[in-house]
């Protein structure tokens, strides 16, 4: 029903940017890039939106520690302190959601994700077949980053492939560098990570440190 939707959006707006050029009206939508993977209903659709005349593509990006301040600061009515400016910053990454979810109501950083953001993520993180989120479990025990190689000795196997290159194009996961890959956002990682059951944890915990004693060389990826 969803992917249903998306493609009536997708031909409403292509219909509208194609049949609109002599009206005075300014059409504006906004979509969040990571939620746009390989295989949604909606990506086709952008690529022939931005070869029709008069369309033009903004890509917002992230904000910056100083912009991360403004945005503190007016939500809480006073210049922030220049710790929580740092901190915030750091676990949201810059991107305003998560920046006012960083934020506890007596001004102070949260230390624990808030329930609705964790779900949020979580729904994401849970929408790609088993193999994918065994994966990304293995590898949000390992960190932010994780070599290939240290990945493949911890939740190696068949289907490892199938299921990395789901997590990319799913934007859970990219590619970092030609020896490994990272999540996307460290909250993602937080957020699975948080989910996980205490024997998993340890489970995995174990995996890691049995992989390193066998071949200390697969810490070099990471």
């Known amino acids: 029903m969803v992917a249903v939707s998306v493609r009536k959006t997708r031909d409403l707006l292509v219909y509208l940017a194609r049949n609109l050029h002599h009206a005075r009206l300014l059409l504006l939508a906004s ?10 209903a909606l990506r086709a659709g952008l690529a022939e939106l931005t070869r029709i005349e008069g369309v033009t593509a903004l890509v917002l990006p992230r904000l910056s520690n100083s912009e991360v301040a403004l945005q503190l600061e007016a939500m809480l009515g006073h210049e922030p302190a220049p710790d929580v400016v740092t901190a915030v910053y750091a676990r949201g990454g810059g991107v305003p959601l998560f920046t006012e979810a960083m934020l506890a109501p007596d001004g102070s950083v949260r230390t624990r994700l808030p329930g609705s953001l964790r ?27 994780v070599g290939h190689r240290l990945l493949a000795a911890v939740a190696g196997g068949k289907g490892l492939e199938t299921a990395l290159r789901a997590a990319v194009s799913g934007n859970l996961m990219v590619v970092d560098g030609d020896t490994g890959y990272a999540f996307r ?5 937080e957020a699975i990570r948080e989910g996980l059951l205490p024997g998993e944890r340890s489970r995995l915990h174990r995996a ?15």
């Open 31 to 40: 979509y969040r890039a990571e939620a746009v993977g390989e295989g949604h």
């Open 208 to 222: 890691y440190a049995e992989a390193l004693d066998a071949d200390s060389s697969l810490a070099e990826d990471t």
């Open 119 to 145: 779900d949020l993520l979580l729904s994401t993180a849970n929408e790609p077949p088993e193999r994918c989120r065994e994966v990304l479990r293995a590898m949000a025990v390992g960190g932010f980053r």
């Open 185 to 189: 956002h460290a909250l993602i990682q």
